[in-house]
């Protein structure tokens, strides 16, 4: 990461060059909720183009599924959601922010761990109050800690009045949608053990604390897959999976090595064999991106006893029968659009004066050309940069800019990561050719018009 990054530029780049906004900002936005504005929807379509090639696409033992967001209540009471997916809670009692207590423990060097109760949170959060200070307004008074569900419940289908007792629930997690289609998707297509179901979409979450920009936010996407294995084979399979992980951020997105790192989970739940997360060195420190864990066959005999449905896989090629193990790849789409942004941010100094590029891989630039005339007044020039924009935004993202001199035309492609300016002047018209700058390098050269697409297909494939 380039050294002059911080939150506070990645924020107001976002904001300024439309790639991120807060949700409802004319009404003062929505705490933990964010849009994507034109740059941002295609970074995302990038990022999760990517994926499903990596995840999809490239792997004969892997298929595509969509499933639904709502799904039957008792999904979340058999996947132990309903019981148990929360975090403690407290209120300062000065300022009435709402804060997760594991997260203010942390804060002065106590580790809570996620499996335990009400009781045991609050004799370690009443032991160190004096050491612990409201993040908002450094206040020393807080609320006694509880427990708080984060599943966000609906009245969807429900048209009675009470229908908080008998809710339903936007998805968690998208991956509980793969589980329930294990049979279905074994049945209707020709995978066998071992093979994965991967998926994209959208999951909510009540999170108490909403920090750092899109990092945390109550409404976010998915990239999950879910691979089921033999309980012999899980532990292979799931070292095969980390590498395949860790190679497709340092090759496929083009993140830098050194900012990844795996953090190894200690205090595993019940049936987990082995979780690791892949941390990303954001400006706040490295934080999860990914989680990459083998979580035995909780899963499916989760859903095998609350649905009375019989998982058992019968393995030809082994003369085995068994419930099938599965290990899972669980990334977010917006914390990875954040990393690669953070990734890629550089400040240079171009003739006494600084620019801002997002130096992006081709794969995921969001326009991957820009086509300039160099005089906007000059119709033979104007109508000469069109044609040439017309043909090849038929083949990939492109833009027609006029507006402004060059240099602020390359100022505002170098902050959205168009690898590539064309320019056409008053030679072009004499000569069929134009001059193609590159973002990182600066350098133009002069490129014959018939050769064009041949020469920006080969650039853009690096
Ligand atoms: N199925 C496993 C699962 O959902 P998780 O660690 O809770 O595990 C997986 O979430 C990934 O989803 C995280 O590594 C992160 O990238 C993303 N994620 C989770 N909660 C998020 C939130 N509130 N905002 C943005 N991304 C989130």
């Given at each position: 990461m380039d050294k002059n990054v911080t939150m506070e530029k990645i924020v107001s780049l976002c904001k300024r060059r439309g790639f991120i906004f807060p949700s409802s900002e004319i009404y003062g936005g929505f705490s933990a909720i964010y849009d994507f504005g034109p740059y941002g929807a295609e970074l995302e379509n990038n990022i999760k183009k990517e994926w499903w090639k990596n995840m999809v696409q490239l792997r004969d033992d892997i298929v595509g599924l969509d499933s639904a967001i709502f799904m039957h209540p008792k999904v979340w009471e058999a996947s132990g959601h309903v019981a148990g997916f929360s975090d403690p809670l407290t209120e300062c009692r000065k300022c009435h922010s709402r804060l997760r207590v594991d997260h203010l423990l942390k804060d002065v060097g106590i580790a809570a761990d996620e499996k335990m109760s009400d009781e045991e949170i609050n004799k370690i959060f009443l032991k160190n109050k004096d050491k612990i200070?409201?993040?908002?307004?450094?206040?020393?008074d807080f609320t006694e800690a509880r427990k708080f569900n984060l599943l966000v419940k609906s009245n969807l289908g429900n048209f009675t009045e009470d229908w908080t007792k008998d809710p339903v629930y936007l998805r968690g997690e998208t991956c509980q949608g793969i589980y329930v289609n294990y049979k279905n998707v074994l049945d209707s297509s020709r995978v066998k053990i071992p093979f994965g179901i991967a998926q994209i979409g959208k999951a909510f979450r009540n999170e108490i604390t909403a920090r750092q920009f899109i990092f945390r936010t109550r409404e976010f996407e998915q990239m999950e897959m879910q691979y089921f294995t033999s309980p012999d084979e899980e532990m292979k399979e799931y070292e095969k999976l980390k590498k395949y992980r860790w190679d497709y951020y340092v090759k496929?997105?083009?993140?830098?090595?050194?900012n990844l790192s795996w953090k190894k989970h200690d205090n595993l739940v019940f049936y987990a064999k082995e979780a690791y997360d892949i941390e990303y060195n954001y400006p706040f420190g490295f934080k999860e991106l990914e989680g990459v864990h083998a979580r035995g066959n909780y899963d499916l005999s989760q859903h095998s006893k609350y649905s009375g449905q019989d998982f058992t896989y019968v393995d030809q090629l082994k003369g085995k029968k068994y419930v099938p193990h599965i290990i899972e790849s669980s990334a977010g789409v917006g914390r990875t659009l954040l990393a690669v942004i953070c990734d890629v941010y550089t400040e240079e100094e171009v003739n006494g004066e600084k620019r801002a590029v997002l130096k992006f891989k081709n794969n995921l630039a969001p326009i991957k050309a820009a086509v300039f005339p160099l005089l906007k007044n000059k119709t033979e020039l104007v109508a000469k940069a069109k044609e040439i924009y017309d043909n090849f935004k038929i083949k990939f993202m492109c833009e027609f800019d006029d507006n402004g001199n060059i240099g602020k035309r390359y100022r505002r492609q170098d902050e959205i990561g168009t690898p590539f300016c064309l320019t056409v002047d008053f030679d072009s018209l004499q000569n069929n050719d134009i001059t193609v700058r590159d973002r990182d390098t600066m350098k133009q050269e002069r490129v014959k018009i018939d050769e064009l697409e041949d020469y920006l297909k080969k650039k853009l494939g690096e």
């Open positions: 200070k409201c993040t908002n307004c450094g206040a020393k496929s997105l083009g993140i830098r090595k050194e």
